[in-house]
């Protein structure tokens, strides 16, 4: 969707897929779910149908035409592996991920479940390559360390944990196999407090694990002015990147062509022109 991010731990964003519902606490302030309401009825808009789960099959190739490497959030408006997106089109934005190798992807689920079981099986081929990330969500104890236990049973290479909105102490986590840990609070209005030693005791035990620990935001009605310094010290770990060669701009073209009239063509559909 936007070749560029601020979020704080990405370069772009990518949306084939626009829209969600909640499943968790964690959704309740859904940053996807206000942006994308304040457009609904907005004609042409691309959120002209508000938060409304919708694929979004001209966006599929979009990564192959970036020719500089970044790191891309896969979804930051949706959730990828929702009930209502088939299969057959999560596959399809894998295979994107596996083509388009120059770049590092970062997907992020709250539906853990389903995730493992696609990573055991139809995406099996997207799996085990290091510059694909696969991350949950982990808000509190009672949704997120079940889908901690998911990401640490799919047999992937790169696990990530997104631990925002942090909503209370998780005290003592299973972090081997863990690449990445992310901590946020919650910001915006009626954002839920967040206490300094629920995230020191997150750090400490990422830094005993030595595994590399992000701290994005204190949050809050004011997230610019409460910052992200923790303790005097802004943290900013990384899981290393593999760098893979970026292939010709023609072959990369041609490649995003073939996805897309294979997507078309499997529904009986004519190739629609990009504006
Ligand atoms: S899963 Fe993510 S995108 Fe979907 S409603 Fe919850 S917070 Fe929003």
């Not at 005290?171 to 992310?182: A, C, D, E, T, Y």
Request: glycine letters at 8%; hydrophobic letters at 40%.
């Amino acid at each position: 969707m936007a070749e560029h991010s601020t979020i704080e731990w990405t370069d772009a964003t990518w949306n084939p897929v626009r829209g969600c519902t909640k499943i968790s606490p964690g959704c309740k302030h859904c940053y996807a779910e206000v942006f994308a309401e304040r457009f609904r009825g907005v004609p042409g808009h691309p959120y002209e149908q508000g938060f409304d789960l919708r694929l979004v099959p001209e966006k599929l190739a979009e990564p192959l035409r970036w020719q500089t490497p970044k790191m891309i959030f896969v979804n930051s408006m949706s959730d990828l592996f929702h009930d209502g997106v088939p299969d057959d089109y999560i596959e399809t934005v894998a295979t994107v991920m596996v083509k388009a190798n120059w770049h590092t992807y970062q997907i992020l689920t709250k539906r853990s479940a389903r995730m493992a079981s696609l990573l055991r099986g139809k995406l099996r081929f997207a799996a085990m390559l290091p510059h694909i990330w696969w991350g949950v969500s982990v808000e509190n104890k009672e949704y997120g360390l079940p889908r901690l236990r998911d990401l640490r049973e799919a047999p992937v290479s790169v696990r990530f944990l997104s631990i925002e909105p942090l909503l209370e102490g998780l005290g003592s986590l299973r972090l081997k196999g863990i690449n990445w840990v992310i901590v946020g609070g919650e910001s915006g209005h009626g954002a839920r407090p967040l206490k300094k030693e629920w995230v020191t005791e997150i750090r400490d035990q990422c830094l005993d694990a030595g595994v590399p620990f992000f701290f994005k935001q204190w949050g809050g009605i004011q997230k610019k002015r409460a910052g992200r310094i923790l303790e005097g010290k802004t943290y900013d770990g990384f899981p290393e990147r593999t760098s893979n060669p970026v292939i010709p701009a023609a072959a990369a073209l041609h490649w995003a062509r073939e996805i897309r009239e294979k997507y078309y063509a499997a529904r009986g559909e004519l190739l629609p022109v990009l504006a």
